[in-house]
């Protein structure tokens, strides 16, 4: 073999998947698939811890891939069609069969601008993968909209039963998560903690917390800690533009005054 033919050999990709975190990838999308099912069926509650049970893996999947160095193209391309059908679809299938039925054109546009803008999230995600910058997401995240509406409808079946009364607060979020998610609003997620390093003490007291509420009651943590995620995050980019606000104007109030002092000495 030549050193020409050796250097091709080198630069074929190499043929076979990675067992492991493919595999946690399709279990997250069976999660999905099986939500779909079951809000068909009319049984809802199944369906949302389907989609929290979704996010266990997909969580795992590129865990795992990071710390076996196992992350691959094909790998990605996958997780992306897992979250399509696990974030995407089967959530919008559970808010309509569930709430936005009922509204008729209103409520199949909402649950289609769901699924439409989770793509559109996924595909800008991908193509900014690997680009430099801050580890925090440019728009909410697929996984934490869809655990959003889940929590909603856990929460619900704690108190109430049956389906709930035709209210317009369902159609709302489902729309406000969608453009959220398509947004250029900061929001965090756990691949900015990087589990190698050190943590402060009271990171782990806070995940004593979690874990205490999430065995107490967890639909209802589930809730809470959800939509505080949602509050906080929009809590969050009111502040940044509000400080990049008043950095401006103070860089422009010193260049005023910077060519007042320039007018003077002339």
Known sequence: ????????TDRQPKKGVYLLPNTL?????????????SAINGNFVNAAWAIILANIFDGLDGWIARLTNTSTRFGIELDSLSDLVAFGVAPSIMMYKWTLMPFGRLGWAAAFLFVACGALRLARFNVQTGAPGSKAFKGMPIPGAATILSSIVLF???FWQGLPARNYLFPVITIVLALLMVSTLRYHGLKEIDFKEKKPFWFLVVVVIFLFFMLIHASTALFIFAITYLVWGIIENIILVLRKSASRQ??????AEVTDEKNKDI
């Open 156 to 158: 619900y079946y704690e």
């Open 25 to 37: 990838t399709l279990c997250g999308m069976f999660c999905g698939f099986f939500a779909i099912m």
């Open 250 to 255: 103070d860089k422009q109030q010193r260049e």
């Open 1 to 8: 073999m030549t050193a020409e033919d050796r250097a091709h």
